[in-house]
């Protein structure tokens, strides 16, 4: 199990749409982590290109994420609420895009992944059949399965997962829900310290830890609370390897608050609370990506022109801890942290004299 050959038990979260670089990958990586490139978006030739520059980088161990497809949404179920952004497209000096559902070139990127795997494949999205779990590690990859809650953790180690990254609700971007349900999003879904211990007592998969981890004491708690590594991805938001957008960085080193959204995308994410969120969140249907491409020459007109106020600001709940460290760097101080954090708590634990 790779995630016991480690160095260091922190791993990068893909971080789609922009921010996942080959770069921060690699450096990740070449740090003891386990850097992951985001397959989310791109074509497989560009997907192929990124793997090939992220090896030229490292020769450590490296993993992709893949966007399992989903349903396409009922049809005319996001006129509404197309109608209701034209002020803002008016406002980017844009026209809105077209709604339309596609599956991410899924076969494609899946065939090249089989024939040319890396160390680690994993899965958000959902749960993939179990048959492509089976060619994912026919091929010599680990396939690793996001879940959101105890009966996803099943679902995902019966279809052979060999581990669970267990993502909380205080993760920032999308939520990795195998169903985008509305109806549950009265219970806010689980924080992530509650679901590693409720995941545990479902299955003994290894288990990675993700959602508002911005420090190493919080690499330390999800580890003492079962989990075999930490995945952080707002935490490298902000290092120079990350693609991302300035208007975003600038962003993340603010008080921002966070809140959850489908105004965007039209899948749950949670994100810096801004003018395009406050407006249009109770509005937006769950029709993911048909919201997506809607919404997408908005959000870009918004990134070149650096406007804070209609771009989708992702971030977990502890963005205010971010730095701009290089990442290696940063997984060699996030480890230092975890250490002295197990030590104190080890000190907290011991018998008085």
Known sequence: MLLDRLDVPIVLAP???????????????????????AAGYLSADALREQIANA????????????????????????????????TAASQAGVELGRARFDD????????????????????????????????????????????????????????????????????????ASFIDDPAADVSGGFGLLPLLQLVS???????VG?????????????????????QLGTAFLRSPEAGTARVHRDALAGPGETAMTRAFTGRLARGIRN????????????????VHFLTAPVRAAARSAGNPDLVNLWAGQTHELTSELPAGELVAQLAREARNAVAAAAGRLAPRA
């Not at 024939?115 to 779990?133: K, N």
């Open 15 to 37: 971080l789609a749409g922009g921010p996942s670089t080959a770069r921060l990958a690699a450096a990740v990586s070449n740090a003891g982590g386990l850097g992951f490139l």
């Open 55 to 86: 090896r030229g980088m490292t020769s450590a161990a490296l993993g992709v994420n893949v966007f399992v497809p989903g349903i396409p949404a009922a049809p005319g179920s996001v006129d509404d609420y197309a109608s209701r952004l034209t």
């Open 104 to 175: 991410d070139a899924w076969d494609a990127k899946l065939a090249l992944l089989i024939a040319d795997p890396l160390p680690v494949i994993s899965f958000t999205f959902g749960c993939p059949d179990p048959s492509v779990i089976t060619a994912v590690q026919g091929a010599g990859s680990e396939a690793w399965v996001t879940v959101t809650t105890p009966a996803e953790a099943r679902q995902a180690a019966a279809a052979g997962a060999d581990a669970l990254v267990v993502q909380g609700s205080e993760a920032g971007g999308h939520r």
């Open 201 to 207: 007592r479902e299955t003994r998969l290894p288990m």
């Open 210 to 230: 993700a959602g508002g981890i911005g420090t190493g004491a919080g690499v330390a708690a999800v580890l003492a609370a079962g989990a075999s590594a930490a």
């Open 275 to 290: 003018q395009f969120l406050d407006e249009h969140s109770q509005a937006a249907p769950a029709a993911y990506p048909e």
